[in-house]
Nanobody, 125 residues
Framework: QVQLVESGGDSVQAGGSLRLSCAAS??????MAWFRQAPGKEREGVAA????????DYADSVKGRFAISKDLAKNTVYLQMNSLKPEDTAMYYC????????????????????WGQGTQVTVSS
């Protein structure tokens, strides 16, 4: 069973920055993504990255502010979040998948098999 351990969530002022981390267990190369869910809202895809890290995708709401990256040696994915806004407040979840022959899964939650417990990000105005 793959385990995903997220860290880095915190409370910050608007305009601030945070970096989230998600470490995956096992030796497989996973395609991975970050999703978020705010109270009363549906879960939404934020950023996704391919197994090798060469392909990424972002939600329109975070383009230019967030950056997803991957450390292959550590099997860890990061989400650098800059220029944070109050509307970025949510629980952030890391997701991963390892379907044979698939390298990238985009921002569709059903494409991912493994999920972390979440890390809270709160942005105050």
């Amino acid at each position: 069973q793959v385990q995903l351990v997220e860290s880095g969530g915190d409370s910050v002022q608007a305009g601030g920055s945070l970096r989230l981390s998600c470490a995956a267990s096992g030796n497989a190369h996973y395609y991975m993504a970050w999703f978020r869910q705010a109270p009363g809202k549906e879960r939404e895809g934020v950023a996704a990255i391919s197994t090798g890290g060469g392909t990424t995708d972002y939600a329109d709401s975070v383009k230019g502010r967030f950056a997803i990256s991957k450390d292959l040696a550590k099997n860890t994915v990061y989400l650098q979040m800059n220029s944070l806004k109050p509307e970025d407040t949510a629980m952030y979840y890391c997701a991963a998948g390892a379907v044979f022959g698939r390298r990238f899964a985009g921002l569709t939650a059903t494409n991912y098999d493994y999920w972390g417990q979440g890390t809270q990000v709160t942005v105050s105005s």
